[in-house]
């Protein structure tokens, strides 16, 4: 089913003038199918037909599973200029965070919460960074409001319990 769709979308990338839909949906295709450099390459062919949030937020997440964490911070980048959104600047928080870029990967997690408040993720990913750096009483904080958004996140409980047995004050 995914060669079929694949051979198709190729069909289209192949009409004259290029249409960046087909890029796109092929790009798509071939992430489905973990084809992370070949995705890429479309993401950026449809880039340069059409450079929208969308495609540079997708170019951004294939860039981040090829562990290629630059790139991937400015696609992300790219993509928060053109359409700010919650999971924007969630995803450029964790490559920024792969970078070790921990004030930039704080402040985007911070805007994805502006955005969108009830979004349990950023504040996980807050709670991680705060509690590398020892700030408990900040990591803790952000671990509960993770919970009380989202009360089945059992990665985010199991971290507090494993506080608890720390002897860090919950």
Known sequence: KDEEAIKVYRQGVNNKPPNSNYLFALASALEAQTKWLRASNNYQQAAKLEPSARVYYHWGLVDYKRQEYDQARSHLKQAAELEPSAKIYYYWGLTCFKLQEYDEAESCWKEAIAIKPNYALPYYQL??????????QQAISAYRQAISIKP???????VMDQLSEFGKPL
């Open 127 to 136: 709670g991680r960074l705060w509690q590398n750096q020892q700030q408990w």
């Open 152 to 158: 089945e996140f059992d990665e985010c409980k199991a």
